[in-house]
Structure formats: structure tokens, C-alpha cells
């Protein structure tokens, strides 16, 4: 089956760093989109970034919610079937659990391939706790 797990979470200080892991199985990750979220308590989930599928004809693309641009960076590892977030600078307002998310059946050429309505297999989250 499809899966995706998460892992690197865990408890650091303001201006810290992590790197969360999401490994994939049951499929080849280098062609499809890989996605990070965020849910905070009591609050919405919320794009963090996003790496689209590539294939012999071009490169991955990247993408980063304005409130993590500069900090954290997303990358895979197609050897290991890993895809990566490397955080930095860690804030107290990242605290959430991450989770990561793919689909097999999208996007279509053009579209964000991000886009939720494509995502159809999520990792079951990993927690992130940035505080001093």
C-alpha cells in the first residue's frame, strides 16, 4: 500500500533547527508532488511547502508559504525514497504537527501540484514544539 511516514519532530528552542523526514513506500516518490502541512491547536491546517515530481525532463519545483520563505527548505532524496524539510530558525508560531502528503493521480500540467484536491495519501504527522 501507499504510505507515507514522518519522522524528526521534537522539542526545540526558538532560532533551533530540525529536519523532518518522510519516507515513502509502496510507490517511487520521484514522480509525484510531495506536500508538508501544519496543524496547530485550534487552529486550520496550513500549507508549508511543497516539491513537485520529477522526471527526465526537468527538475523538481519548489514552493514555500510566505511565513517559512528563507527558513525552511525542501528537498528529496530519490535514492531513499525520502523527501525532506529542513527548519531553521524555528519560531514559537511553527509548533504543530507536520504532516506530509502525496497523490498518485495529479496535478494536471499547469496546476499547483500541492493543491489539496490532488492529495490523496497523508502521513500520520510528526510533532514540532518550538519553545524555550
Known amino acids: 500500500q501507499v504510505q507515507l511516514v514522518e519522522s524528526g519532530g521534537g522539542l526545540v528552542q526558538p532560532g533551533g533547527s530540525l529536519r523532518l523526514s518522510c519516507a515513502a513506500s509502496g510507490f517511487t516518490l520521484d514522480y509525484y508532488a510531495i506536500g508538508w502541512f501544519r496543524q496547530a491547536p485550534g487552529k486550520e491546517r496550513e500549507g508549508v511547502s511543497c516539491i513537485s515530481g520529477s522526471d527526465s525532463s526537468s527538475d523538481s519545483s519548489t514552493y514555500y508559504a510566505d511565513s517559512v520563505k528563507g527558513r525552511f527548505t525542501i528537498s528529496r532524496d530519490n535514492t531513499k525514497n525520502t523527501v525532506y524539510l529542513q527548519m531553521n530558525s524555528l519560531k514559537p508560531e511553527d509548533t504543530a504537527v507536520y504532516y506530509c502528503?502525496?497523490?498518485?493521480?495529479?496535478?494536471?500540467?499547469?496546476?499547483?501540484?500541492?493543491?489539496?484536491?490532488?492529495?490523496?495519501?497523508w502521513g500520520q504527522g510528526t510533532l514540532v514544539t518550538v519553545s524555550s
Open positions: 502528503a502525496t497523490g498518485l493521480l495529479g496535478p494536471h500540467k499547469g496546476d499547483y501540484p500541492c493543491s489539496v484536491r490532488y492529495l490523496e495519501h
